[in-house]
């Protein structure tokens, strides 16, 4: 079992950025799939970066291309989103996620078939 954390969340205005951290404990780290989602009100949570286990593949929603950036650190047990220059149309509650399968083929983490963290809600003023 794998506990995940989201942190980092804050109101901002247009242009800024934010590090977001998503730190785990229990279970192993470096042997999953694992990733950054965001859910807007009413809506689908949706993926915007993910990382395989290897490392050796990233996905990226086309909104995150040229703004944010995925990065772990093993050591730490910890997944970071950097975003740069973020607008209004981020504000969404962002969740980190990481896959219940370890060695997975997987570049992002099955919505059904991972462990999931409370969220952590990111505002974007104009």
């Known amino acids: 079992q794998v506990q995940v954390e989201e942190s980092g969340g804050a109101s901002v205005q247009a242009g800024e950025s934010l590090r977001l951290s998503c730190t785990t404990s229990g279970g192993t780290f470096a042997d999953r799939s694992m990733g950054w989602f965001r859910q807007f009100p009413g809506k689908k949570r949706e993926k915007i970066l993910c990382?395989?286990?290897?490392?050796?593949?990233?996905y990226i929603a086309d909104s995150a291309k040229g703004r944010f950036t995925i990065s772990r650190d093993d050591t730490k047990r910890s997944l970071y989103l950097q975003m740069n220059s973020l607008k209004p149309e981020d504000t969404a509650m962002y969740y980190c996620?990481?896959?219940?399968?370890?060695?997975?083929?997987?570049?992002?983490?099955?919505?059904?078939?991972?462990?999931w963290g409370q969220g952590t809600q990111v505002t974007v003023s104009s």
């Open positions: 996620a990481v896959d219940r399968i370890r060695y997975s083929g997987q570049w992002c983490p099955p919505s059904d078939k991972s462990y």
């Open positions: 990382l395989s286990w290897s490392g050796g593949n990233t």
